[in-house]
């Protein structure tokens, strides 16, 4: 089981670009996908993007690609989520999160999860 720490979060006017690291402690850190998730007030947690363990396999929830990118640095036991062209609906708390290998599946698939990091985008 892995431990998840999120940072790079904060108030950013739209238009402008984060980058979200979450960076992991424990056993066998390669063997694990990576998956951001978001929550906003009122809403239901959603999926955002993730990584196989390998990073061959990446994925984007429709609503980010081409603006939002997920990386991984497996000597760093990190995993990035560059965040550019911020849009006011992306403001939420942003999770990441761990599952064997590969991204599919759900979000109760995920076994770890980190504490959350604030994102806020308003001008």
């Known amino acids: 089981q892995l431990q998840l720490v999120e940072s790079g979060g904060g108030l950013v006017q739209p238009g402008g670009s984060l980058r979200l690291s979450c960076t992991a402690s424990?056993?066998?850190?390669?063997?694990?996908?990576i998956g951001w998730f978001r929550q906003a007030p009122g809403k239901e947690r959603e999926g955002v993007s993730c990584?196989?363990?390998?990073?061959?396999?990446?994925n984007y929830a429709d609503s980010v690609k081409g603006r939002f990118t997920i990386s991984r640095d497996n000597a760093k036991n990190t995993v990035y989520l560059q965040m550019n062209s911020l849009k006011s609906e992306d403001t939420a708390v942003y999770y990441c999160?761990?599952?064997?290998?590969?991204?599919?599946?759900?979000?109760?698939?995920?076994?770890?999860w980190g504490q959350g990091t604030q994102v806020t985008v308003s001008s």
């Open positions: 999160a761990a599952k064997r290998y590969y991204c599919s599946g759900s979000k109760t698939d995920f076994a770890s």
């Open positions: 424990g056993f066998s850190f390669q063997n694990y996908a």
């Open positions: 990584i196989s363990s390998t990073g061959g396999s990446l």
